[in-house]
């Protein structure tokens, strides 16, 4: 079994202590931030400013608490091992930020002091793919309109001016039917260029977009 890290949490504050894009703390035995790092501090700093005592839930979303500290038990029982996490955090504002972690227990020569947590921000990921389902279904929903809604009445005229065609109509009238049908058919062709024939068929090419 690989031997567990001791004493690399300093290693890991020089390296992210002033990052512009990845959180850095260590949550305590008790539950209260030990560290964070400028951004995280910064960010977050109507909840815990100057306090002395600083409640890791403070900013944390409620309906999440109970996931953080489940994330946090399993680092504390398999400290060898790495779990992740998405929690919303409180903006201060009235909404949330959705931010994703991956923590780990604080293993040291004296056992373990906590859990150390990296995480980011992924709120416009997350804005994203909720955008990509709302075009998907809005595609299917189109499909299904230009399937149901032009195209079959389409091809029922079709039918009639086919049943047209065999009637027995004068000289004139067959002329109209003739143009009629060609109409159809040129409208047909055209549509046959533009339809959508599954809305997976456009958000497959969104899922690609950064």
């Not at 779990?83 to 994703?100: P, S």
């Not at 339809?195 to 950064?210: A, F, H, L, P, T």
């Given at each position: 079994?690989?031997?567990?890290?001791?004493?690399?949490?300093?290693?890991?504050?020089?390296?992210?202590?002033?990052?512009?894009?990845?959180?850095?703390?260590?949550?305590?035995?008790?539950?209260?931030?030990?560290?964070?790092?400028?951004?995280?501090?910064?960010?977050?700093?109507?909840?815990?400013?100057?306090?002395?005592?600083?409640?890791?839930?403070?900013?944390?979303?409620?309906?999440?608490?109970?996931?953080?500290?489940?994330?946090?038990?399993r680092c504390?029982?398999?400290?060898?091992?790495?779990?992740?996490?998405?929690?919303?955090?409180?903006?201060?504002?009235?909404?949330?930020?959705?931010?994703?972690?991956?923590?780990?227990?604080?293993?040291?020569?004296?056992?373990?002091?906590?859990v150390?947590?990296?995480?980011?921000?992924?709120?416009?990921?997350?804005?994203?793919?909720?955008?990509?389902?709302?075009?998907?279904?809005?595609?299917?929903?189109?499909?299904?309109?230009?399937?149901?809604?032009?195209?079959?009445?389409?091809?029922?005229?079709?039918?009639?001016?086919?049943?047209?065609?065999?009637?027995?109509v004068?000289?004139?009238?067959?002329?109209m039917v003739?143009?009629?049908k060609q109409?159809?058919?040129?409208?047909?062709?055209?549509?046959?260029?533009f339809?959508?024939?599954?809305?997976?068929?456009?958000?497959?090419?969104?899922?690609?977009?950064?």
């Open positions: 079994m690989t031997e567990i890290l001791k004493n690399s949490f300093p290693h890991i504050v020089n390296l992210l202590h002033n990052s512009n894009n990845f959180y850095l703390v260590r949550v305590d035995n008790y539950g209260n931030y030990a560290y964070m790092n400028e951004y995280f501090a910064t960010k977050y700093k109507a909840f815990y400013g100057e306090n002395r005592t600083r409640f890791a839930g403070a900013a944390l979303h409620p309906d999440d608490h109970v996931l953080s500290f489940e994330v946090s038990q504390i029982q398999y400290p060898g091992e790495c779990f992740e996490a998405t929690l919303r955090k409180l903006d201060g504002k009235g909404g949330y930020v959705i931010t994703h972690w991956d923590f780990k227990a604080n293993v040291t020569e004296d056992g373990i002091e906590g150390v947590g990296i995480g980011y921000d992924i709120t416009d990921f997350a804005s994203r793919q909720d955008h990509i389902r709302f075009l998907t279904s809005t595609l299917r929903d189109v499909a299904y309109r230009q399937s149901h809604l032009i195209r079959r009445p389409l091809a029922n005229i079709i039918g009639l001016v086919e049943l047209l065609e065999q009637s027995d004068d000289e004139s009238v067959m002329e003739t143009m009629l109409s159809c058919h040129d409208l047909a062709d055209e549509f046959n260029q339809m959508i024939k599954d809305g997976r068929q456009m958000s497959n090419g969104y899922e690609g977009v950064d």
